[in-house]
């Protein structure tokens, strides 16, 4: 388990029975009557996660009446959707590693990949679909929607420099701050929370997820690629421009990296130097500056709520979040 | 209804199919997402029949259609290379499908069909997986696998709101009209091409399945006259009038 998963769960400890329930029943959930469909699901789980989503979920039902069954349902439900979006986005990618492990589409094939991510798709319905409420699918099936589109969208400007700050905001917020919202929205619905309680503990999980995802962009370009489990600086060999990139695509001597970076043409030495630069450019500090301001709307929705071991466990990993290393 | 009329309702079905999944960059650049008509006739057998068609059936059935479309897009990617934009595009068109599946149930709402569909699509995916990698030997159980794969989803909406007389028929029909693709030797639009049998046992297998069903469609006194003839029709070629 990575040191930053150990810190992520320290904030949590109140909740951790709960937690590993969720765990044992994500495991249940991809079990399989095919060999190899049941490998690629358990491997795809053993890559582990930060599991945030079902954390969100858990830490918002306590808002409302509790019910770890519940709860539970809902949190398998969108892990399971986070999980299955992971393995068609490798296809997608061409990635061969995730999390430090081969990817289902390395092991096997994209064929496999598909199903499989297919079938967890499903199972993540089951898991919900025992939950009688509409709001609950209405939203869910918004948010599954709204990040297809998110992904569609960034497929369509991949590699495309003329991208500024509110389209890259536009994606992050269907790339991960949507499904963020959603595990904390409904958490507390699972829960019957009131309805202004429902509303804040969403925003605070947009507001996270658009921080979330800020700082995972810059991860991407300060980690090590040992950190990472992947070559750092993939989102711009992959072509998706983000914050940091946003802020010195202008700059003359970034431009010959991007070109090279866009092309597929970059040798290992180029890839370090590309990294070097952004790193001393400032970028990374307006970014994470960005990011900060989000973590900050996030904790101010969370004040009017009653205070208790929820709220500081989310207040927790909201600083957690601003701070992580990978 | 006459066949002008089984056409007018696929056609109709289709149409609105096309408008509940539209996703403009996807039609763009990956282009029209195909859909499947004779699966569609045989999910509509029902409603061609003269029965009672609710709104909650018409959503239902778009749903099934959603779903039919992710995995028939799925089905076409490059099983070693999709790094292509329309590749990419067509692994998220699934993906799109399969939310407007569940966007469609949810509208209902009918939590016992994303219950019990939720099921079905999971056993399908298990299904194409083994076909895939680790297909059955014998050609009797890779019939019942595919026919599985096909009808699994249809039959789930039969079995939701009571249409269960019409379960054997598609059961019959899936398997036959991949036998009859395999023998024209379609190899591009059939699904599993990789395992397309012998043209012996081909032909024993379209007989016995044909007689199955003429057996079948023979003892369904409920059937009205020319949709047991255009079912004849389209399980004889292939391919109908309606297609």
């Known amino acids: 388990m990575g040191l930053e998963k150990i810190k992520l769960m320290s904030l949590y400890t109140d909740f951790r029975k709960d937690v590993s329930y969720i765990e044992k029943e994500l495991e249940r959930s991809v079990q399989s009557s095919s060999p190899i469909v049941r490998q690629a699901s358990l491997h795809l789980l053993k890559a582990g996660g930060k599991r945030i989503r079902p954390i969100f979920v858990i830490l918002a039902a306590q808002f409302g009446h509790y019910s770890l069954e519940n709860a539970s349902k809902v949190a398998v439900s969108l892990e399971l959707i986070h999980m299955a979006s992971l393995v068609h986005d490798d296809v997608i990618d061409d990635s061969n590693m995730r999390r430090g492990l081969e990817t289902v589409k390395a092991k096997w094939n994209n064929r496999v990949a598909m199903y499989a991510g297919d079938f967890i798709f499903s199972r993540a319905l089951t898991s919900i679909g025992s939950i009688e409420k509409e709001a609950v699918h209405r939203i869910l099936a918004e948010t599954m929607l709204e990040i297809c589109k998110g992904e569609i969208i960034q497929i369509d400007f991949q590699r495309q420099t003329n991208q500024n700050l509110r389209d890259y905001l536009q994606r992050i917020k269907r790339k991960t701050a949507l499904l963020l919202a959603s595990s904390c929205e409904l958490g507390a619905l699972s829960a019957d929370a009131d309805s202004e309680t429902v509303r804040k503990l969403k925003r605070y999980g947009y507001f996270t997820g658009m921080a979330f995802q800020i700082v995972d962009d810059i991860l991407d370009i300060t980690s090590t690629d040992a950190e990472l489990g992947k070559p750092a600086g993939s989102d711009l060999l992959n072509g998706h421009i983000t914050l940091p990139i946003l802020y010195i695509k202008e700059n003359v001597e970034f431009q010959p990296y991007m070109e090279r970076a866009f092309t597929g043409d970059m040798v290992e030495s180029e890839r370090q130097s590309m990294l070097r630069y952004i790193r001393q450019s400032g970028a990374i500090e307006k970014a994470q500056h960005v990011s900060d301001l989000y973590l900050a709307k996030a904790l101010k929705e969370l004040e009017s709520l009653p205070n208790g071991k929820s709220k500081k466990a989310l207040v927790q990993i909201a600083d957690f979040i601003g701070q992580r290393k990978y | ?243």
């Open chain 2, 1 to 243: 209804m006459d066949t002008k009329g089984f056409t007018d309702q696929v056609d109709n079905y289709i149409q609105n199919l096309r408008s509940a999944i539209y996703q403009p960059i996807v039609e763009r650049d990956a282009g029209h997402a195909p859909i499947d008509r004779q699966k569609a006739f045989l999910l509509l057998l029902p409603l061609l029949n003269g029965e009672q068609w609710t709104d909650e059936m018409h959503s239902a059935a778009l749903a099934i259609g959603a779903i039919h479309m992710a995995f028939d897009i799925h089905d076409q990617i490059d099983i070693s290379d999709a790094s292509s934009k329309e590749q990419q595009l067509m692994v998220l068109a699934g993906d799109h499908f399969s939310g407007i599946h569940y966007k469609l149930l949810a509208s209902i709402p009918n939590f016992h069909l994303i219950r019990s569909l939720s099921t079905a699509i999971g056993k399908i995916n298990e299904s194409k997986t083994t076909l895939l990698q680790a297909p059955p030997d014998s050609l009797k159980d890779r019939l019942q696998m595919i026919g599985e794969v096909e009808s699994g989803c249809i039959l789930e909406f039969y079995q939701t709101f009571d249409f269960t007389r019409y379960i054997a028929i598609v059961e019959i029909a899936f398997p036959l009209l991949w036998l009859i693709q395999s023998k024209q030797n379609d190899l591009c639009n059939m699904k599993f091409p990789h395992l397309a049998p012998n043209t012996s046992d081909t032909e024993e297998w379209i007989e016995l399945l044909r007689d199955n069903l003429h057996s079948r469609l023979q003892n369904s006194f409920y059937l009205h006259k020319p949709l047991v003839d255009e079912l004849l029709s389209l399980t004889e070629q292939g391919v109908s009038k309606l297609i």
